[in-house]
T-cell receptor, first 112, second 113 residues
Framework: DAGVIQSPRHEVTEMGQEVTLRCKPISGHDYLFWYRQTMMRGLELLIYFNNNVPIDDSGMPEDRFSAKMPNASFSTLKIQPSEPRDSAVYFC??????????FGNGTRLTVT | QQQVKQSPQSLIVQKGGISIINCAYENTAFDYFPWYQQFPGKGPALLIAIRPDVSEKKEGRFTISFNKSAKQFSLHIMDSQPGDSATYFCAASKYNQGGKLIFGQGTELSVKP
């Protein structure tokens, strides 16, 4: 079991650019979550999917953020256009049924 | 109603001592209370979790104490070791929404040798 895999690990981009973060959940897990971690706001849930369908996107901060899950083994979180306040560590997590949540090692995004 | 308040923000403990981190929640609908451990550069990892039908759960050196009436729960790390130095997060959710966690702000624990 390779765990939840996120890419890239680090992303540095300029304000206004499009950023795409990628996640491969653990095989067999039917729930996928995107969290954001900052010093000021801690860990915040952005959106989660069940069986590839978005269930709750109430945590997505703005229309600049979008997430997709085209199949059970892949999800993306896109920010377009990016802003310096989007700088954070973005985590993807997955679980099956009521099993514990497993986090990836995150993508550290820096927007200059 | 959705907040989980965690204290202290940071904690320094001598090796062999007891580390205690406290959390309080507001939403009485929450019925799942996990603790996560996070090392630098890594994602949070589940350490131990409790449901409100018990007042205490122990796994090795880690114990959760739960007070339903006070809406509080705490993590106790017995015989703290330098390898326990990490950031600890409490969280809460409804059990059937176990991934839709509301996290506390985190406690940075440093265990001195």
């Amino acid at each position: 079991d390779a765990g939840v895999i996120q890419s890239p690990r680090h992303e540095v981009t300029e304000m206004g650019q499009e950023v795409t973060l990628r996640c491969k959940p653990i095989s067999g897990h039917d729930y996928l979550f995107w969290y954001r971690q900052t010093m000021m706001r801690g860990l915040e849930l952005l959106i989660y999917f069940n069986n590839n369908v978005p269930i709750d996107d109430s945590g997505m901060p703005e229309d600049r953020f979008s997430a997709k899950m085209p199949n059970a083994s892949f999800s993306t979180l896109k920010i377009q256009p990016s802003e310096p306040r989007d700088s954070a560590v973005y985590f993807c997590a997955s679980r099956s049924g009521v099993s514990p949540l497993h986090f990836g090692n995150g993508t550290r995004l820096t927007v200059t | 109603q959705q907040q989980v308040k965690q204290s202290p923000q940071s904690l320094i403990v001598q090796k062999g001592g007891i580390s205690i981190i406290n959390c309080a929640y507001e939403n009485t609908a929450f019925d799942y209370f996990p603790w996560y451990q996070q090392f630098p550069g890594k994602g949070p990892a589940l350490l131990i979790a409790i449901r409100p039908d018990v007042s205490e759960k122990k796994e090795g050196r880690f114990t959760i104490s739960f007070n339903k009436s006070a809406k509080q729960f705490s993590l106790h790390i017995m015989d703290s070791q330098p390898g326990d130095s990490a950031t600890y997060f409490c969280a809460a959710s409804k059990y059937n929404q176990g991934g839709k966690l509301i996290f506390g702000q985190g406690t940075e624990l440093s265990v001195k040798p």
